[in-house]
């Protein structure tokens, strides 16, 4: 015959089971999160790097640009300073 010994056995039991599937869920949910985070992350640092390169070609592009620059304003500040010189000289 059963017992409440074994009535008891029995609860514990599937108390135990179903403590056992409680934890594979939540194991399952932690893993599922941190994987997430983990893709997440990886296309940050996708987008990063996408960033980082076009800085480095922006820098790369005015670096390029800036001893042209440089004699393009000097020619324009000659070309001012002929124009107001000749001005004075009209002037006089």
């Not at 999160?33 to 480095?56: K, M, P, Y």
């Not at 640009?65 to 324009?76: D, Y």
Request: hydrophobic share 50%; with cysteine.
């Amino acid at each position: 015959m059963i017992e409440a010994k074994d009535i008891l056995y029995i609860v514990l039991a599937f108390c135990a089971l179903w403590l056992t599937v409680f934890f594979c869920w939540l194991i399952w949910q932690a893993v599922s999160a941190l994987r997430n985070v983990n893709r997440t992350l990886a296309e940050a640092r996708d987008a990063v790097g996408r960033i980082e390169h076009g800085i480095s070609a922006l820098v790369e592009r005015v670096e390029k640009v800036t001893p042209s620059f440089a004699f393009v304003l000097e020619g324009g500040r000659r070309l001012i300073e002929y124009f107001v010189k000749k001005r004075e000289k009209d002037g006089e």
